[in-house]
């Protein structure tokens, strides 16, 4: 029992709106007889529900007298601590209220409890600047309701942190099992003329892909209309192999760390808003990939993209890139690209989004190998309506690659190919806002050289991010 002098004539409320308080203490206040101003000797849950009325009328620091007393009772109480949390908060005790929140969740004995708590601790992380600290939070508050209201409101907030965060990071990881690792040709014997040449190694490996992708930037300045964002990143890329023991007896001579490939990219970059909504981009990025173990080529890149929307379903954008490779392995494979592209987006009544693109690339090199000319053309669904409890995409893709010079015989080399991929996101199995995701892809070249003429099937498993 707690003794307590009331404060005359405090106003009921059905609905306390100060953040997420409202949601989880204003179901108190309903409840609630009006109280009268003698003194009482009050329950528990009268003093908390006296404790959630002193915070509606911004009586804080008689609140906090009255939520200490609550706590000395019961140090472990949820509900109590729930509304030190609010206490501390508004007093600017944000150190104290963000100890309270913790042990808050800690305490919690039902999911309300918990994403009160989780969401509570988002919101003084994000007073504190500690944004992706509370973006981590929001998904521990969205992984403790039990309310889709809850959901959207954790997703929401989340959404706008993110806008707030001057830090964003990406992490991607898949295993994929496939029938052809290496890119072997689907006959290792070809002609030039009347003589016929065979490669006993140039044949399918089959095995699994280990890959991970992280990419992390940070906002250089204040964001602001005027000035648009510069963000200053880095991007790393690594796949890693292993054979089947069936590839192995065939293939003695081939290791997998033979096949390894690493990427590291540096990246400044600038983005703006014209008047009319147009959205402009830059970027210059140095890098480095490595094959094998081996370093392979240093990289320079400048990108330019501009969005241009065509209503509020519809975009364009315009692409152009200009890149240098300069091979550290065989300096003649060295090589310039000029790549322009362009894509449509277009969100479909039911909600799908259709991309459509297309691409030019001309690549200059010494290099009867590299040289070439490449067209591609693709078209890809996502946010698919739900098949057997799974969230579908399609993507579709087919290319021309046609090579300067002439090297397998009196033709220059053509490449035709088509990739087709079909991924299944897992909603069912979300954790923290991540669900597992499940693809399939079938890859196929067609060559006028049989030796380039390739054909790979792959599953793969992931994650992916749902909001």
Known sequence: MIHTTLAPSLRRTAAFGRGLLGATIALWLALVPPLRAEPQRLTLTQARDYAAQLLAADETRAAHAVIKGLLTANPR???????????????????????????????????????????????????????TQSQFWLRRARQDSDRPDYDALAEDRHRKITQLNPWRSEFRFWLSPSDNINGGPTTNTFAIGTLVFINPAAVPASGVEYGLRFATSRRLGPLTPERGETRLGLRLLGTRYSLTDATKAALPGLSAASLSYSLLEAEIDHSWTSASGARSYGALTLGRDESGG????????????????????????????????????????????????????????????????????????????????AAEVGVSLSGLPSFFGTDPSLSLAYQLRDYDIARYGPDPRRDRQLRLSVDFALPKFDYMGFSPTLGLTFKQTKSNVPLFTTQETGISLGFRSNF
Not at 89 to 113: D, F, I, K, V
Not at 348 to 353: E, I, M, W, Y
């Open 77 to 131: 109480d949820p509900t109590a601590l729930l509304l030190l949390v609010q206490a501390e908060r508004r007093l600017g005790n944000l150190a104290a209220a963000e100890t309270a929140a913790r042990q808050a969740h800690r305490e919690a004995r039902s999911p309300t409890e918990a994403f009160a708590a989780a969401f509570s601790l988002s919101q003084i992380l994000a007073q504190q600047k500690k944004f």
């Open 294 to 373: 081996a370093p392979l080529s240093n990289i320079a890149r400048i990108t330019l993209r501009h969005d241009l929307p065509a209503g509020p379903q519809r975009a364009y954008s315009l692409t152009a890139d200009l890149e240098r490779r300069s091979r550290l392995d065989q300096s003649l494979r060295s090589s310039t690209t000029l790549g322009l592209g362009g894509e449509l987006r277009q969100r479909l009544a039911n909600g799908t989004l259709l991309r459509l693109s297309a691409r030019l690339s001309d690549t200059n090199s010494a290099s009867n190998e590299i040289a070439q000319q």
